[in-house]
């Protein structure tokens, strides 16, 4: 039989395309379904509370850090046993993407009290985990709390627990995090004795956790590191909180140091009564992002802990690139952590008490670009009962833009009083529940009025003013008031510099106001105390 060839190739012809049609067919229905399934989990969020042992009034906890880990995450919570021994215990979940969450690990002993800090589980070079902060052991006559590390390999085992030895009366760790040498560096606050003030801790160790040095580093009052990145040229950029007793007042600070932990230059910041605690990032130009909680009060108006978020930018050397304020003022504001987004956009997360309503604490998501300009806000609580407090922690930025975070959440109407809260946004912040959903564009206002510091505090022959000047002005004056508002001391300043030394030897002992003054109208307030 003779096969015509141009009959074979019109039925092969045919055959390849109803062959290709089918496999298009197939692969455009893979592909959609592929879409679907990814959309639909990129976009799953949740906003929940978790309690390890159901409804058990007794056994509270809350969590701290959390992590991504391959398509899930996981998450540290910390709180007390009561079902088994009655001690703070530490858990270790697997949570994935639609809130669950499965136990990993539990450390717990009798008379040991776990204690977490706050986004110190991290990820490690070799895709591991790594885990540190302090326990206490109440059977121990010295009382000090001990430092410890857990050390887990890419399939969450644990390969090591290991302790920092110390030898002061009381030490903490707030953060670690793994350095380029893949060592790890350790922040956190020390004193040697109960009258002493605090300082500012830094351990440095190997990745085996054994320690290679250890600096002390004497700040103002009472103080302490709360967190800690490594900078791009392998030095450290900290940040905690200064707070005086005597004074009344509190402000973070944001310092750098060199790869041994020798302070290049610190700031304190704020206002001039408490402040709330801040947050900071380093932005993919090597710049310092940090934002907190400013304090609105002035003179004589009693408005202590009222606050508005304030965000600045610095050069590494600690100049000021920009200054802003954002949102309505407060009761309280204090920020925990800022993500700096692949566009140099961020996210700044925090919390706040709302001011003149039910006066609970709700979460918020604030989104900025480069230049400070703010994009949206977003607010998260579950509970929002008078005195009720929904904290988050940390949190993980997704590939599509969505934010994974934990924290807890506290209140009188909850069982137990406190349960771990989980929340997932989409990419735009949304997520379910009781929340601001609107996205608010709020227009940044500069800072408008000038900042004083005064130092030493207390001072005693002399003391130097520093301040700081925003706009130009004809006359710059400083005046230093009794606490009655009586003028004793009025002396002129000049723009061509920013610091002017006063001579307080003629004022009594006791507790004054430094008042800025621009052109007549008063710009800032600085609390001094003369002691001779």
């Not at 006559?141 to 290991?162: A, C, E, P, S």
């Not at 800022?338 to 609970?360: R, W």
């Not at 994974?404 to 929340?423: F, H, R």
Request: with cysteine; aromatic share 14%.
């Amino acid at each position: 039989m003779k096969i015509n060839p141009c009959s074979f190739y019109e039925k092969s012809k045919d055959t390849f395309y109803f062959t290709n049609i089918v496999a298009m067919k197939k692969i455009l229905f893979l592909f959609l379904l592929c879409f679907i399934t990814f959309n639909t989990h990129c976009q799953t969020s949740f906003n929940k509370l978790y309690s390890p042992y159901g409804n058990n009034p007794s056994t509270s906890f809350g969590s701290s850090s959390i992590i991504a880990k391959g398509c899930d995450y996981i998450i540290v919570a910390c709180g007390f046993d009561t079902l088994y021994n009655d001690y703070q215990t530490l858990h270790f979940y697997k949570l994935d993407t639609l809130g669950n969450l499965t136990k990993l690990h539990s450390f717990s002993h009798d008379s040991i009290n776990y204690y977490f800090s706050y986004s110190s589980l991290i990820q490690t070079y070799n895709g591991g985990c790594f885990y540190a902060s302090d326990m206490n052991d109440i059977t121990s006559t010295v009382g000090n709390t001990i430092h410890y590390m857990i050390r887990f390999d890419q399939n969450m085992d644990t390969l090591w627990t290991k302790i920092l030895p110390h030898d002061t009366i009381w030490e903490a760790i707030r953060q670690v995090r793994e350095t380029s040498d893949k060592g790890f560096i350790f922040v956190g606050s020390r004193n040697i004795s109960p009258s002493d003030d605090i300082d500012v801790l830094l351990i440095k160790t190997d990745s085996m956790g054994n320690q290679l040095w250890r600096k002390i580093i004497p700040m103002p009052n009472v103080s302490g590191g709360g967190r800690i990145l490594e900078t791009p040229d392998k030095g450290f950029l900290i940040n905690g909180y200064s707070e005086s007793t005597a004074q009344g007042d509190g402000n973070p600070f944001l310092m750098k140091t060199d790869s041994a932990g020798n302070v290049i230059w610190a700031k304190i910041i704020g206002g001039n009564e408490y402040d709330g605690g801040g947050g900071m990032a380093i932005t993919m130009q090597g710049d310092y992002l940090f934002a907190y909680g400013y304090s609105t009060y002035t003179y004589p108006f009693n408005e202590d802990w009222s606050a508005r978020l304030n965000i600045i930018k610095y050069a590494p050397d600690g100049s000021v690139i920009w200054n802003r304020m954002y949102d309505t003022i407060r009761n309280y504001l204090g920020v925990c952590k800022i993500q700096v987004l692949p566009n140099n956009d961020f996210i700044v997360m925090g919390n706040h008490s709302l001011k003149d309503s039910a006066n609970f604490f709700p979460s918020f998501l604030f989104k900025f670009n480069a230049n400070g300009d703010s994009l949206w806000r977003k607010i998260y609580y579950v509970a929002d009962k008078f005195g009720d407090r929904n904290l988050l922690a940390d949190n993980v930025l997704n590939a599509d833009g969505s934010i994974t975070a934990c924290g807890w959440v506290d209140g009188d109407t909850l069982v137990p009083y406190e349960q771990i809260w989980l929340l997932k946004t989409d990419s735009m912040g949304y997520a379910p529940g009781p929340q601001n959903v609107g996205i608010i564009d709020l227009p940044y206002l500069y800072v408008g009025y000038g900042e004083l510091k005064v130092f030493p505090n207390p001072a005693k022959e002399f003391l130097t003013a520093e301040y700081s000047i925003n706009k130009p002005a004809k006359e710059v004056l400083l005046l230093i008031t009794d606490m009655q508002g009586r003028l004793l001391i009025k002396q002129q300043l000049t723009t061509k510099t920013n610091q002017a030394l006063v001579d307080v030897r003629n004022l009594k002992s006791g507790s004054y106001h430094c008042t800025l003054m621009l052109d007549g109208k008063q710009k800032a307030v600085a609390k001094v105390i003369i002691k001779h």
